[in-house]
């Protein structure tokens, strides 16, 4: 690579005129051009799956309407999901609820376990614990999905009816169980977005509130924990961003083909994610109606994820306007 | 209006605490004061320096060779010295003395510092401060304090104030009229009556450290320690901030600490003038108590000639 263009050794008090740097190198102009392109192949490939996923779905679309006469109305609102079926049926709510039930169960689970951990970490745990505790959770968070969906399907759902044997167990599958155990693989995400968010808030904050006589707890609850809310925010965002796309668990736990729109937590409960990984396993061939219905529901999955993203940005600049 | 629901001062563990007959007229307490206090009044002719001792209100705070160290690290050495009631203290030195230090202890804040320790003595109208049971956040809600750099919550103005009464949970009711009476004391309600429900994060610097004076008086504190308030402070701000000190003055014991040699002579009653000593053989800095006087005396006739040259510039 060439240096200088100009090795003219130039002291800033050697001339009066010229303010531009003799030195400028021209790699300096291929390493910005190199990151810049880094940096669009994320923005490339959400263009990639777009171009994929929005043809077949809108082929979907059409073809529902003229073949089976089921309307966009109809789609949205239907309560029967049995594309394959010899006489099919395109009512998409049993699958959007399912993925719904296993976001708020997720939730239920990852949020206050994530929060009091963060709260833990951030404002309780000596820096030796946390040397422990942040590499474990990771662990947690790296351990395949579909080995966390075995656990729920052959240890946590026979555990659960061994422990609550009165409770209305139906058939193997259990959302409640697929719901919960995808809230614990997303406790890290949580607790470690929220933790990074408190351990932000000034100690000048926390000093403040000390000095009028606060105790820990509610300096933690009351200065830490709204201080530190748009990230904490971000955090749930992104953890019911990642239950909704979750698939190897509910598809283990919480089965696949139920067509019913059911709220039955200890049954079976199908969700958008575990359709598509039901049907799309390479036999169902390009342009045939059910190859378009698993796009429409991807394009579905992605609007909602996409939404969800957009919703945390939105909520986490309005807080920075507030407190910033 | 509010009562306090624990009785005036009493640390929990008033009863159990041997009270120390406070502030006794002319003996003005522990060791290096004491001798202080003594040449002073042979200097002065003992009468008169006796009427002036007597004039003065009790004892806050009483140290006895109080000292504070960081880990292995001292910090403050043996500081000796009592602080009356309704003046304000200034603590003058120059950087590193251990100014906020000595100021932090007081109130316990140093206890948030995990290596830091404090050995010998600090009363508060007489009880042990670090007795056994004493409760640090107890000993905070009487001894406010005001930081160096404002640091409101990013809360609004009005949540800002009723901070500290919510945690003593004073009546609900009641927070309107604290909060406009703090924020008057701290002259600052003409400025923000039309927006208390605004961030406190969109108020200048001079109007945010206000608001942490207005924060730190609502709940009526005994003491008010302040870490140089003023030195974010344009010199209109500044001024304001010692108006309303001199008017805190009648109802509060002030401790500052500052910087500004015209400030602590224009506002302080006694200043404390502390020092770095550097040991010659392992160059440790350790701050300690030079001496504590009328903030007069101390500015025009001090008695330790390293006062004399920091005061006039000499120095530091
Ligand atoms: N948290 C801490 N841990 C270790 N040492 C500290 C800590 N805080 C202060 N010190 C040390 O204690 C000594 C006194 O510091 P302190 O901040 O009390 O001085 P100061 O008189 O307030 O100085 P300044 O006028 O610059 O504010 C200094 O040597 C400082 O380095
Ligand atoms: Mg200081």
Known sequence: MTTSTSARPAGPGASHRGLQDPTRRPGEWAILQFLRGSATIAILTTAGIVASLFPAAISFFREVQTVHGVSFLEFATGTFWAPDFANPSFGVLPIVVGSSIVVVLALLVSVPVGLLSAIYLSEYAPARVRRIIKPALEVLEGVPTVAVGLFAFWFLRPTAQEAFPNLPWTGPFAILIGGMAVGLITVPLMASVSDDAMRQVPQSLREAAYALGDSKARVAIRVVVPAAISGIVAGIVLAASRAVGETMIVLLAAGAGNPNLSFNLFAGVQTMTAFIAGKATGDIAQGTLIYDTVFAVGSLLFLVTLSLNLFAIRFVRRFREVYE | ?316
């Open chain 2, 1 to 316: 209006m509010n009562a306090d629901p624990t009785p005036e001062h009493a640390l929990p563990d008033a009863a159990a605490a041997p009270t120390v007959g406070s502030s006794m007229p002319g003996g003005s307490g522990s060791s290096e004061t004491a001798s202080t206090g003594f040449d002073l009044s042979t200097a002065l002719g003992g009468a008169r320096a006796d009427d002036e001792e007597r004039a003065r209100a009790e004892v806050v705070f009483e140290a006895d060779r109080l000292s504070v160290f960081y880990g292995d690290f001292q910090a403050v050495r043996d500081v000796s010295m009592q602080i009356h009631a309704k003046e304000i203290t200034a603590f003058i030195g120059p950087s590193g003395c251990g100014k906020t230090t000595l100021l932090r202890s007081f109130n316990r804040m140093n206890d948030l510092i995990a290596s830091a320790r404090v050995e010998g003595g600090l009363r508060y109208h007489g009880e042990d401060v670090y007795g056994e049971g004493v409760s640090p956040v107890i000993v905070r809600r009487k001894i406010g304090m005001v930081f160096q750099k404002p640091n409101p919550f990013p809360k609004s103005i009005y949540d800002n104030v009723a901070y500290g009464p919510r945690v003593l949970k004073w009546k609900k009711s009641d927070l309107d009229d604290v909060v406009e009476e703090s924020l008057t004391r701290a002259a600052l309600w003409d400025e923000v009556k039309d927006r208390l429900d605004q961030s406190a994060l969109g108020m200048s610097g001079g109007q945010q450290q206000r608001l942490c004076i207005a924060r730190a008086i609502a709940t009526k504190p005994d003491v008010l320690l302040m870490d140089e308030p003023c030195s974010a402070l344009d010199p209109i701000a500044t001024l304001r901030i010692e108006d309303l000190m001199r008017e805190l003055k009648d109802e509060y014991s002030i401790v500052i600490v500052t910087h500004n040699m015209q400030q602590a002579a224009r506002v302080s009653d006694y200043t404390a003038f502390l020092t770095v000593d550097i040991d010659d053989e392992s160059g440790q800095r350790t701050g300690e108590l030079v001496e504590m006087d009328r903030t007069d005396r101390i500015f025009t006739n001090a008695s330790d000639p390293r006062t004399e040259a920091y005061v006039s510039g000499r120095f530091g």
